[in-house]
């Protein structure tokens, strides 16, 4: 069984930082693609934040690029969401995803997420 699990959320102040984390744990062959979403409210759809590929490539949706950065750990399994100058628009619960080789079989798997809150 694969668990994913973030990190890192909190309280900011608009225009701080704040740097989450997840790390993915069980039994399973590969990490392949890592992605971080965001939910602003309850019913809302996820929005994609960044991802990153087992190459290290990465990939931004216009509305993430240049405050955001995504990396990863390798070694501990970790991926991580640098975010910059917040602002209360960055209010939301923050998802990251998984695509793992487990049991031979490629899958995503999603954590259950960290909560931001970014005040005025």
């Known amino acids: 069984q694969v668990q994913v699990e973030e990190s890192g959320g909190g309280l900011v102040q608009a225009g701080g930082s704040l740097k989450l984390s997840c790390v993915t744990s069980?039994?399973?062959?590969?990490?392949?693609?890592m992605a971080w979403y965001r939910q602003q409210a309850p019913g809302q759809q996820r929005e994609l934040l960044a991802?990153?590929?087992?190459?290290?490539?990465?990939y931004y949706p216009d509305s993430a690029t240049g405050r955001f950065a995504i990396s990863r750990d390798d070694a501990d399994n970790t991926v991580y969401l640098q975010m910059n100058d917040l602002t209360t628009e960055d209010t939301g619960d923050y998802y990251c995803?998984?695509?793992?080789?487990?049991?031979?079989?490629?899958?995503?798997?999603w954590g259950r997420g960290t909560q931001v809150t970014v005040l005025a």
């Open positions: 995803k998984a695509n793992v080789l487990a049991g031979w079989k490629t899958g995503n798997y």
């Open positions: 069980g039994r399973l062959q590969r990490i392949n693609r």
């Open positions: 991802r990153i590929e087992n190459d290290g490539s990465t």
